[in-house]
Each structure stands twice: as C-alpha cells, then as structure tokens.
C-alpha cells in the first residue's frame, strides 16, 4: 500500500469552502453562534498547526522527558478545560475530578502503551497519539457527565432539602443522579462502537489506512483503542462521581452544592 499523499496548501484551503457553507445555513437558521463557530475553528487550527510542528520537532529529537512532558501537558489542560466549565463545584470535589481524571487517564494510557502495544511508555510515536485519544475522551466523558448530573442538582434541590427532612442519607438521594450522568457519559462510545465498521470508519482507522497500515493491523489497532476509550472514560466518571459525592455534605448531613462561605 501507497503512503498517504501529501496534501498542498492550496487544496488543503479548499476545506474552507465547508466552513462557509456551515456558517451561511447557521445564519439563515438564525443560530447565534457564528461567531463561537468561526472562533472554534481558528483556534483549532493554530493549535494543531502549533502542535504539529512541536510533535515533528519532538520525533525529530526524541527524549524520554519530553514525550512525559507533553503527556502531563495534555492532563493538565483537560483538567483546565473540565473545572473551567464546573466552577460552581466546590474545591474538594474539583480536586476529585482533577485526580480522577489524571489517575484514569494516565494508568489506561500506561497499561495500553505498555501491555496491549508492548512499547516503552516513552516512545513518543505511540504515547503521544494515544495519550491524546484516551486523556480526550476521558475529558469529554467528564464534561458530559458533569453537566448532566448539575442539572439534575439544581432541578432537584429543593426534592433533595425534603428528603433530607426526613431523615434520607444524602448519598442515598445523590448516587442515582451520579449513575444517570455515568450512563449519559457512556452513552456517546457506546453508540459509537455500535456503528463502527458499518456506519463509520473512526479517525484512527483511516488515519493509519491512509498511511500505508494494512486494514487488517488498523482495525486491532481501531478495537483496542475503542475498548480502551470506553474503559477511561467509565473510571474517570465514575470515580470524579462516585468519590465527588461524599464532598456534597457535611458530617451533619447537610447538602454543600458549592463552594462553602468562608468563616
């Protein structure tokens, strides 16, 4: 099999045109969010523009520090992007999320590295790549889970101050909405791995076809990486969820929805 053909500017430019189209039904929808989508866009760009001139002098200059530099950069800013968007959690289920998602993360890209693959966790052409599949998912996993189960906090407060009342334990009242936002989490992959292979080829999979990888290789490849996605994004939720709610009440047993007034 051929490798991937390169791909000029020019043609490349040519992607734009879709944008457009987008941003023109989104007006004649009248969907305000065209300048959200234009901004998204950009700042895509120059990311990925950036982070493939940082990977390419990366494998040009391999280093065990920086390929565990990038990795930790990549946990990092996921856990930026998820607090960023739940500041109304108070600070210790915010440390929860932080340590789930990067414990979560961190150990399912180390056992798929490692055991599945059978590569030194330092190799920055499999840890880098995969690290950013697995710490992304885990990230929108969270983020999904996150909003489900605060809205279901808020439209459910004053419900959880009567139970309370009578004398109902607040894990008890709290746990089934953490299932539900688990279940919201799974419900993207799970749907995704029901249609693989049928309705669609996943991102890796064409990736590697296109650069030569027998079909056969990236499809090991393309399972793997679904089994290991749905696994991190199930841990990460789970544990911000599962732990996150014990920081929701006092010993007295009193709801704490937020951050605590400071005496």
Same mark, same amino acid.
């Given at each position: 099999?051929?490798?991937?053909?390169?791909?000029?500017?020019?043609?490349?430019?040519?992607?734009?045109?879709?944008?457009?189209?987008?941003?023109?039904?989104?007006?004649?929808?009248?969907?305000?969010?065209?300048?959200?989508?234009?901004?998204?866009?950009?700042?895509?760009?120059?990311?990925?523009?950036?982070?493939?001139?940082?990977?390419?002098?990366?494998?040009?200059?391999?280093?065990?520090?920086?390929?565990?530099?990038?990795?930790?950069?990549?946990?990092?800013?996921?856990?930026?992007?998820?607090?960023?968007?739940?500041?109304?959690?108070?600070?210790?289920?915010?440390?929860?999320?932080?340590?789930?998602?990067?414990?979560?993360? +961190?150990?399912?890209?180390?056992?798929?590295?490692?055991?599945?693959?059978?590569?030194?966790?330092?190799?920055?052409?499999?840890?880098?790549?995969?690290?950013?599949?697995?710490?992304?998912?885990?990230?929108?996993?969270?983020?999904?889970?996150?909003?489900?189960?605060?809205?279901?906090?808020?439209?459910?407060?004053?419900?959880?101050?009567?139970?309370?009342?009578?004398?109902?334990?607040?894990?008890?009242?709290?746990?089934?909405?953490?299932?539900?936002?688990?279940?919201?989490?799974?419900?993207?992959?799970?749907?995704?791995?029901?249609?693989?292979?049928?309705?669609?080829?996943?991102?890796?999979?064409?990736?590697?076809?296109?650069?030569?990888? +027998?079909?056969?290789?990236?499809?090991?490849?393309?399972?793997?990486?679904?089994?290991?996605?749905?696994?991190?994004?199930?841990?990460?939720?789970?544990?911000?969820?599962?732990?996150?709610?014990?920081?929701?009440?006092?010993?007295?047993?009193?709801?704490?929805?937020?951050?605590?007034?400071?005496?």
């Amino acid at each position: 099999m051929n490798s991937a053909l390169d791909l000029p500017l020019l043609r490349f430019a040519l992607v734009y045109i879709l944008l457009l189209a987008v941003l023109w039904l989104m007006k004649k929808a009248r969907i305000h969010k065209t300048a959200l989508l234009i901004t998204a866009s950009m700042r895509m760009t120059v990311q990925l523009i950036l982070a493939g001139l940082l990977l390419t002098w990366i494998f040009k200059h391999p280093h065990p520090l920086l390929t565990l530099g990038y990795v930790c950069a990549m946990v990092l800013f996921a856990i930026h992007r998820v607090l960023s968007q739940h500041r109304g959690l108070n600070k210790r289920f915010q440390w929860v999320v932080a340590a789930s998602l990067a414990g979560s993360g +961190l150990a399912v890209l180390l056992f798929f590295v490692c055991l599945v693959v059978g590569v030194n966790i330092t190799e920055a052409q499999y840890t880098i790549p995969l690290g950013g599949m697995i710490i992304g998912n885990a990230m929108t996993g969270l983020s999904l889970a996150l909003n489900t189960f605060e809205q279901n906090l808020a439209a459910n407060t004053n419900r959880l101050a009567s139970l309370l009342n009578w004398g109902a334990h607040p894990q008890d009242i709290v746990r089934p909405m953490a299932n539900a936002a688990l279940e919201t989490a799974l419900l993207p992959t799970i749907n995704s791995m029901l249609g693989t292979g049928i309705v669609w080829l996943p991102g890796m999979l064409t990736g590697q076809i296109l650069a030569g990888t +027998l079909p056969t290789t990236a499809i090991l490849y393309q399972i793997a990486i679904m089994i290991a996605i749905c696994a991190v994004v199930c841990l990460a939720v789970f544990c911000s969820l599962y732990f996150g709610c014990h920081t929701l009440y006092d010993k007295h047993y009193r709801l704490i929805l937020a951050n605590p007034p400071k005496e």
